[in-house]
């Protein structure tokens, strides 16, 4: 449902995000940790406690974005030879917590559309042609308010200097015609978005358990609600491949530590040996001992009776006694590592 009269920006349409989750929300709904903000500082916004925890750069560029979004849409229908129309602000039919205000429509395409402005640093997040995962749910969010099953992602890529200048022009009241065609040359993408229903249902669920808390007013875990388990797989984003690898090789840097330290613990206990320890300019290494337990017995003369032996074969008291292996382990002082 589209709402008539409400303008991004306004005081009318910030009232109505207090009680909505919007697009550019839904990551934060669903526990993703971007700009220095969480899923605990959306709830504690949605149900009143207005904590800033943005920072002033991240607010600066967040502002120049915004000024420069009429620029941005003009150079995007110079590229795709299309008219863009102002998108509006939009509440669900379905699912009452959700709104929307998307930067435009494409009336003759069928299409929203979804303005960024980046700083020529972000250009690695979007490789591969997946944008972030957080901006990939505001465009998906998007039409599932308002119905749309495309949206055109389109990110500005420049350099800050020349997107500050910009704005300058703009704020000076210079001509925004002469501001897009000085802009002309910069890096200009656009990703085409489909909807995809197994990943909404996945997002309208998670928003569902966020706005319940709001609602019940508890606290919602911080960490991402566990998707529907599926036989499909979600696409892997740049952003994603770089944290798998960094996972993989974090964990065969910890497996590798792991062994150093169990070959440099037997060194330093056989270098003990029946001492008490070591005397080091930080401090005494000790080490306490731990002798083996009887961890089992086991009962031979059941094991030959099964096997097919006689009682004539068999010593009754035969047994044998397995143990744990005595072990020694190391106390090092405080500040050996400092």
């Not at 119905?147 to 420049?158: D, P, W």
């Not at 491949?241 to 497996?255: G, M, P, V, Y």
């Not at 440099?264 to 002798?291: P, R, V």
Request: aromatic share 8%.
């Amino acid at each position: 449902m589209r709402v008539d009269g409400i303008e991004q920006g306004t005081y009318e349409w910030h009232t109505l995000r207090k009680t909505h989750i919007g697009a550019s929300e839904a990551g934060w709904a669903c526990g993703l940790d971007f700009y220095g903000k969480n899923k605990i500082d959306l709830y504690n916004k949605k149900i009143g406690l207005e904590v800033e925890t943005l920072t002033e750069d991240s607010i600066r560029r967040m502002e120049r974005g915004t000024k420069l979004e009429p620029v941005v849409i003009k150079l995007v229908e110079q590229k795709l030879g299309l008219s863009i129309q102002p998108g509006g602000y939009f509440i669900s039919d379905d699912y009452d917590f959700m709104s929307a205000s998307p930067d435009g429509i494409i009336e003759s395409e069928n299409c929203l559309v979804q303005i960024k402005t980046h700083s020529e640093f972000m250009r690695g997040h979007y490789a591969g042609n997946n944008p972030p995962t957080y901006e990939y749910l505001q465009c998906l969010h998007e039409m599932i308010v308002t119905g749309y099953t495309k949206n055109k992602l389109c990110v500005l890529f420049a350099p800050d200097d020349l997107m500050d200048i910009a704005v300058n022009l703009l704020d000076s009241g210079v001509d925004i015609n002469f501001i897009v065609g000085a802009m002309s040359g910069v890096d200009l993408q656009i990703y085409d978005i489909d909807y995809c229903d197994v990943a909404a249902q996945n997002l309208i669920k998670q928003e569902r358990d966020f706005w319940q808390c709001v609602c019940d007013e508890s606290l919602p875990e911080l960490c991402m609600v566990e998707p529907p388990k599926t036989n499909s797989y979600v696409p892997c984003t740049y952003d994603m491949q770089k944290k798998i690898i960094d996972f993989a090789l974090t964990k065969k840097q910890i497996a590798g530590l792991q062994k150093r330290e169990k070959e440099l613990s037997n060194e330093i206990k056989l270098y003990i040996g029946d001492h008490k320890g070591i005397d080091t300019e930080w401090g005494k290494i000790s080490h306490s001992y731990t002798a083996g337990k009887v961890e089992e017995k086991i009962n031979w003369e059941a094991i030959a009776k099964k096997l097919g032996a006689t009682d004539a074969d068999i010593d009754a008291n035969t047994e044998i006694v397995v143990t744990r292996k005595s072990y020694k382990t190391l106390s090092m002082p405080k500040g050996i590592d400092s």
